[in-house]
């Protein structure tokens, strides 16, 4: 059982650049979330879904694209990389019930320069 | 909007002195979630409390949710070198299920 999956670990852009970060859960999870964690900041949530087709903004979600197309996945896209989006980028997803834990992925670590 | 204000960022103790990290919101919460995030590593869960003036215990680390369910504190006695890492709170507003909103998490070292 692998949990939440986060692929690549580790990613440099040069600014503009597009990429996607992908996050995968074999747990059957209908929720799942995309958080970023800078020094200082915390966790910030950028996108969540509720289920297959249904997402929805979070706290920070300028810069950042998702889609739900499967229960499994849920990746996150960035159409046009800026510095400030370096960060470390953690998917979660939840079972059942807004009472579940998050249980996370082990994270994206993003470098834009 | 919605914030959960955690202190202290950094705390440094010696091995064996007690811990305490607290958070705090303007807005009454549903319930509280705690993580602990290892050096390097992803946050874990640890803890949840839903009840007014609930009161947790696991082993050394003691969780409490206050009577107005505004704030919550997570005690840890004794510290060991273990307890290394960095403690999040994570709260649930009503009508927000969908957002945990996480404090900026204390950041424990322990010196042996």
């Known amino acids: 059982n692998a949990g939440v999956t986060q692929t690549p670990k580790f990613q440099v852009l040069k600014t503009g650049q597009s990429m996607t970060l992908q996050c995968a859960q074999d747990?059957?999870?209908?929720?799942m979330s995309w958080y970023r964690q800078d020094p200082g900041m915390g966790l910030r949530l950028i996108h969540y879904?509720?289920?297959?087709?249904?997402?929805d903004q979070g706290e920070v979600p300028n810069g950042y694209n998702v889609s739900r197309s499967t229960t499994e996945d849920f990746p996150l896209r960035l159409l046009s990389a800026a510095p400030s989006q370096t960060s470390v980028y953690f998917c979660?997803?939840?079972?059942?019930?807004?009472?579940?834990?998050?249980?996370f992925g082990n994270g994206t670590r993003l470098t834009v320069t | 909007g919605q914030q959960v204000m955690q202190i202290p960022q950094y705390q440094h103790v010696q091995e064996g002195e007690d811990f305490t990290t607290y958070c705090n919101s303007s807005?009454?919460?549903?319930?509280i979630q705690w993580y602990k995030q290892r050096p390097g590593g992803h946050p874990v869960f640890l803890i949840q409390?839903?009840?007014?003036?609930e009161v947790k215990k696991q082993k050394r680390l003691t969780f409490q949710f206050g009577e107005a369910k505004k704030n919550s504190s997570l005690h840890i006695t004794a510290t060991q070198t273990t307890d290394v890492g960095t403690y999040f709170c994570a709260g649930l507003f009503s009508g927000g299920y969908n957002k945990l909103i996480f404090g900026a998490g204390t950041r424990l070292a322990v010196h042996p």
């Open positions: 979660a997803s939840r079972g059942p019930g807004h009472n579940s834990p998050l249980h």
């Open positions: 747990m059957n999870h209908e929720y």
């Open positions: 807005t009454t919460l549903s319930n």
């Open positions: 409390l839903v009840k007014s003036g």
């Open positions: 879904s509720v289920g297959a087709g249904i997402t």
